[in-house]
């Protein structure tokens, strides 16, 4: 409880949930964070304001700012990265140096400094796309051959580093499925769609909407964080995902939106086609690892959808001042 924790990336989705869940429960935090347009402090000002959390400004590239905010540290979350795989397609050298790059100056940075645990948050993409089965830890070679955009690439290599390291120091590293949840910005499928519906426009489903996601709450992932915190094994990487039985087809999730927003899907769900051809079909992961250490995911996906339309419905404010940015991309 009395540990101090840096948050890398804490404004943005993943990390802001993850801090909310973290200081519910105590636990001394600093957030180091660049505030790109994924970044909002604005989601951590209540927390900033009643003196819960430290936030400081700045990127995980400038070593400085690095070596400042990991003063007094104990342990290391990692998540601060470019996200977004359409972005990549138009600035992949972005996506290499905060990626890659600060995760390298952050890895050395932190154990300079004597860091106790470093966990570096990863993805499912870096194994790419499989038709049939489960990947498992041992499936990811090294290097960055079976990740299939600039992100993922990018991904890809940062996770080798943190396993490189992970031979001399405390790293682990987490490769979680598809996260959805409140404060994720509405460039991504799901707040895109819940917002489109809440705006009157249509959910643009890409092909025939068959790409299979498993869909992780983002509170789900913060909890796996801390369980691995306390009895993660250094050196190691693990797998996270709900593994949903029967599996979730984008058009079945856009299904469950329209219904839980009270439209009809057969007119509100429009098929375009897929802007991105070579695009992931299908992402799953084999969770024994993490499963057999003691972590077991609440999975309840259509609560969980429910949870998540309820969020963007009562804070409209929120999504509504990122909308017009976040569109811009995909004309
Ligand atoms: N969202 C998902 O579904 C998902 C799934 C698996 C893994 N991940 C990984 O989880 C992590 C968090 O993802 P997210 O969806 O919350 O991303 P996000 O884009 O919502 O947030 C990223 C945060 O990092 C910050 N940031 C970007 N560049 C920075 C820099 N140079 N220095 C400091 N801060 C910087 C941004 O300001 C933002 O607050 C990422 O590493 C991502 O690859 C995400």
């Known amino acids: 409880m009395s540990k101090k924790i840096l948050v890398t990336g804490g404004a943005g989705f993943i990390g802001t949930n993850f801090v909310y869940y ?58 601060a990265a470019e996200s977004h795989n359409t972005r990549s397609e138009t600035d992949p050298e972005l996506f290499y140096r905060t990626n890659v790059e600060g995760t390298r100056i952050m890895l050395e940075e932190s154990f300079s400094a004597g860091v106790k645990k470093f966990i570096h948050i990863s993805t499912d993409e870096v194994y790419g796309s499989i038709a049939d089965g489960y990947f498992a830890e041992g499936d990811k070679k090294l290097g960055d051959s079976q990740a299939t955009s600039a992100y993922s690439k990018s991904k890809s290599q940062a996770d080798d580093l943190a396993m490189e390291f992970g031979r001399n120091y405390p790293v682990i590293v987490l490769r979680p499925t598809n996260n959805f949840g ?23 489903l890409w092909g025939e909407g068959l790409q299979v996601r498993d869909w992780l709450y983002a509170p789900v992932t913060s909890s796996c964080l801390e369980f ?18 029967p599996e979730i087809t984008n058009k079945t999730a856009a299904e469950w939106l329209c219904g839980l927003l009270e439209v009809d899907p057969d007119k509100w769900i429009e098929y375009i086609p897929d802007p991105r051809p070579n695009h992931d079909f299908r992402y799953a992961l084999n969770i024994e690892k993490i499963t057999k250490l003691g972590f077991r995911p609440l999975v309840d996906p259509f609560a ?28």
Not at 27 to 47: E, H, I
Not at 185 to 204: D, Q
């Open 22 to 79: 973290m200081a519910g429960k105590g636990y001394d935090q600093v957030v180091l964070d660049k505030l790109t347009y994924a970044g909002g402090k604005d989601n951590l000002d209540p927390l900033i304001s009643a003196g819960k959390i430290r936030f400081q400004q700045g990127d995980i590239c400038d070593k400085n700012a690095v070596k400042d905010s990991l003063s007094g540290i104990d342990y290391v979350i990692h998540f």
């Open 182 to 204: 409140p404060w994720q910005y509405p460039e991504k499928a799901l707040p895109r769609w819940i917002s489109n519906i809440l705006l009157g426009s249509k959910i643009p």
């Open 228 to 245: 691995l915190l306390e009895k993660g094994e250094a050196g190691n990487a693990y797998n996270v995902a709900a593994n949903h039985e």
């Open 304 to 331: 969980q959808f429910r949870e998540t339309v309820k969020w963007y419905r009562e804070n409209q404010s929120w999504w509504k001042k990122r909308k017009e940015e976040a569109e811009s991309i995909y004309k």
